[in-house]
T-cell receptor, first 115, second 111 residues
């Protein structure tokens, strides 16, 4: 049963520490998205990749966040330094987009708490 | 922003009743999708409707799309307690490069 795998599922860290979240998209999918979910802001699009190339990361605070896809099986989202306002659930989603159709498959999320 | 907005924010009904959720969006879209999220879990795709379609069915789900009003509705018929979840609409730009999600409708189906 193919699924998107995210690690860690939970992370508690102190302000100023570096946090790296990892995502293994479904094999064969060509698009990967990173979202952040909070009660106040809902689901915010942070960045997305098509065929491993970053297409847009305008939703990401550039000074502290970075997203990469070192290979087709791994996407990473890094926060350095982390701040309490970064506390949220971070979702990775992948999809096979062909033409103008496609659906997203979400991982279970990484719940981040920054103290 | 193309973010959709769902209405109502919360909905509480009895099992067996129908649940209707609405989504409004701001600009032209390629397609609109509905997703479901159970508490503490990731989102799960329910149904996709293209901009040239007006209505689509999938099991107990019925989705309508009115591009002139920039709105969509999701109807769940004969609801079950297991339908308790948050429901989100997502809109895709024409080049399908971005997916924006609305704020969601929290549905509670009482047994």
């Amino acid at each position: 049963d193919a699924r998107v795998t995210q690690t860690p599922r939970h992370k508690v860290t102190e302000m100023g520490q570096e946090v790296t979240m990892r995502c293994q998209p479904i094999l064969g999918h060509n698009t990967v998205f990173w979202y952040r979910q909070t009660m106040m802001q809902g689901l915010e699009l942070l960045a997305y990749f098509r065929n491993r190339a970053p297409l847009d990361d305008s939703g990401m605070p550039k000074d502290r966040f970075s997203a990469e896809m070192p290979d087709a099986t791994l996407a990473t989202l890094k926060i350095q330094p982390s701040e309490p306002r970064d506390s949220a659930v971070y979702f990775c989603a992948s999809g096979l987009f062909e033409g103008n159709t496609g659906e997203l498959f979400f991982g279970e999320g990484s719940r981040l708490t920054v103290l | 922003s193309q973010q959709g907005e769902e209405d109502p924010q919360a909905l509480s009904i009895q099992e067996g009743e129908n649940a209707t959720m609405n989504c409004s969006y701001k600009t032209s879209i390629n397609n609109l999708q509905w997703y479901r999220q159970n508490s503490g879990r990731g989102l799960v795709h329910l149904i996709l409707i293209r901009s040239n379609e007006r209505e689509k069915h999938s099991g107990r789900l019925r989705v309508t799309l009115d591009t002139s009003k920039k709105s969509s509705s999701l109807l769940i018929t004969a609801s079950r307690a297991a339908d308790t979840a948050s429901y989100f609409c997502a809109t895709a730009e024409y080049n399908f490069n971005k997916f924006y999600f609305g704020s969601g409708t929290k549905l509670n189906v009482k047994p």
